[in-house]
């Protein structure tokens, strides 16, 4: 299922607005800041698609049952343009677990090179909700190649969401 | 037009839960920044229902025509209890106008007290977005006072949001 | 003790250059950012003046002997240009206590104005550490105003700093 | 020059203190907050030994000279633990460039394994103002390495700042 959220307008279309816009994109801390942003309302656009329980817990006026995230989500980052988009989902899912995959240029002597990418991560993701951030997704060759490498070390999530 | 979104579970609906809990309340850091998270994604659910326009911008591959927020909103917070929640509305507007209102007790000799408003800002509301913060909510008195002050003072407002 | 943090040249200068500059001014997000993060560092500089003391805990590598803060300051904020350097201070210090003070004009028929204050909040103030936030320091006055407001409403603190 | 900003009691020894203790380390938000303010202040330490110059700003009561930082570091980090503390660093150098080193261990088949470096950056090095973040300091070896492919890679700093 692919959830196209800049379709509707809302602050979202205005951050890609300013991404996009090269009088704004000089200004780093900005530029950064609307990738974190984007990263936190897409964190919660699949928030509401992810499974929750009932839990009670006590609050000032009693006991209170109340609808809590089930489990919570690993962050996977594809390094290293992801990182501000990551850190806006983390932001949001302060209690993830986190992934980095490395993908980098292997350079040969005759100037050529080969894409390699390195898992850098402890975490199973054995029945896990995995939600992927890679802001620079052109062919969707290295997203592939990212996703095919978590999976064959890391287990079979039960849910991939991609950012 | 009431919206409720605490109905549908989401990050929000978690967030909620840890603000009541009395095991979570007492660290002031995670209390505040889940008020603050609140206000940034009822910002971002509010800005889905505001006005917006074509514009053309430069992008580094050419002209581009976007879709931009038409007018930037005032957002008035009732002092104090609202901050928080106030710094989260303004993380996502971080364009916007601010007005805040002063709620405090005025206490009589006697040991009795009125509640007494005061509207620091000097922004004119005339024709403008109206967004109000105020997480204290319990009978609505104090956020009716409050809204009737802001109107008599500052003009009519195009649409109010209350948080 | 007066302490003139921009006599020595750090980040703290170039932000405050950043504030004055008509270019730089018009960008809100980093204004506020801008006087956050003054009162960040002023924070920061301000807790190397603290009392504090040995406390044992518990690390994986077996208890181990500590210097955390003696106890927690009050933070004083005059409203409401003081806000986003009060956010800076909170920032770090945040398991203070706040404190705000209302100052607002009340306009007579004649179309001059007083100065009125107003204090917000519940702490005592008796034996604490204070931190005033005020940027908008000019004669003092409302500033002198403030702090004779604060004290003889709120008790003695056992140290006043002013950012 | 090797300065113990921990020995001096501040905010940062706090910090600290709350990053060993087991009943504050489950808290992540708390202890990657922590190392971002850890991050922060020591990028202002850093700063106030940087090279300044006097520039000529316009301000609205009129032209004004007012020391900034004479040119913008590169801050370095060791993934994947560097990052909040990068993070730290980044939001007070907000103009800064970035460089990200990924270290990873490559398993043999008999179960062995070495520290792999790839260098992920295109920014060069030469004459540059280098802040390179590894809180996970232990041997210093993976530091040393880490520092050796850089320089071999990217060119010679003017400075070199270890964080």
């Known amino acids: 299922m692919v959830t196209n959220l800049s379709v509707k307008h809302s602050l979202l279309t ?28 897409i964190a919660y656009e699949i928030s509401k698609t992810l499974p929750w329980e009932e ?27 992801g990182l ?11 209690k993830a677990d986190n992934a980095f995959i490395s993908a980098y240029r292997k350079h040969r002597r005759d100037g050529s090179f080969e894409i390699n990418l390195e898992y850098l991560s402890a ?18 060759a290295s997203l592939a190649a990212a996703l095919q490498a978590l999976l064959s070390d890391s287990g079979k999530p039960s849910q991939i969401h991609i950012v």
Chains 1, 2, 3, 4 share one sequence.
Not at 61 to 75: R, W
Not at 84 to 94: E, I, W
């Open 84 to 94: 501000p988009l990551h850190q806006g989902v983390l932001n949001y899912f302060d």
């Open 14 to 41: 205005n951050w890609i607005s300013e991404l996009r816009n090269t009088d704004v994109q000089t200004d780093r801390m900005r530029f950064r800041r609307n990738l974190e942003r984007i990263g936190e309302v």
């Open 123 to 140: 975490a199973s993701l054995e029945g896990r909700i995995l939600i992927i951030c890679d802001p620079m997704l052109a062919t969707g």
């Open 55 to 81: 839990k009670d817990i006590q609050t000032p006026l009693g006991i209170h049952s109340s609808k809590v995230l089930k489990e919570q989500p690993v962050l996977a980052t594809i390094l290293r343009a």
